[in-house]
């Protein structure tokens, strides 16, 4: 029902910032919770941050790993989700996912993105 499409990555010095963008092809509004994983090689794909995409208010959540340094943030009319990345480690570096979950049909499997790579390297 959605297609995600992930861009913004690259090569970064540690240190340096980088922002991805998600781009949806439909409307995320009031009825998906976006998300942002990561995946370094040989490691499983883990958590960075989500945000709702309706309601009166914007939630948020951030895994350990990136508190104080990334923040998650969307653009309803552009059907976009953003990861601003700061202060950035070569522990970063990962293929970043965006990820979308339906929250209208519960039993809908999550939709993803093809990834964007990080590297974080001097």
């Known amino acids: 029902q959605v297609q995600l499409v992930e861009s913004g990555g690259g090569l970064v010095q540690p240190g340096g910032s980088l922002r991805l963008s998600c781009a949806a092809s439909r409307s995320i509004f009031g009825r998906y919770v976006m998300g942002w994983y990561r995946q370094a090689p040989g490691k499983q794909r883990e958590l960075v941050a989500t945000?709702?995409?309706?309601?009166?208010?914007?939630?948020?959540t951030y895994a350990d790993s990136g508190k104080g340094r990334f923040t998650i943030s969307r653009d309803n009319a552009k059907n976009t989700v953003y990861l601003q990345m700061n202060s950035l480690k070569a522990e970063d570096t990962a293929v970043y996912y965006c990820n979308a979950r339906d929250q209208l049909v519960v039993t809908s499997p999550p939709y993803w993105g093809q990834g964007t790579q990080v590297t974080v390297s001097s």
């Open positions: 945000i709702t995409s309706g309601g009166t208010t914007t939630y948020t």
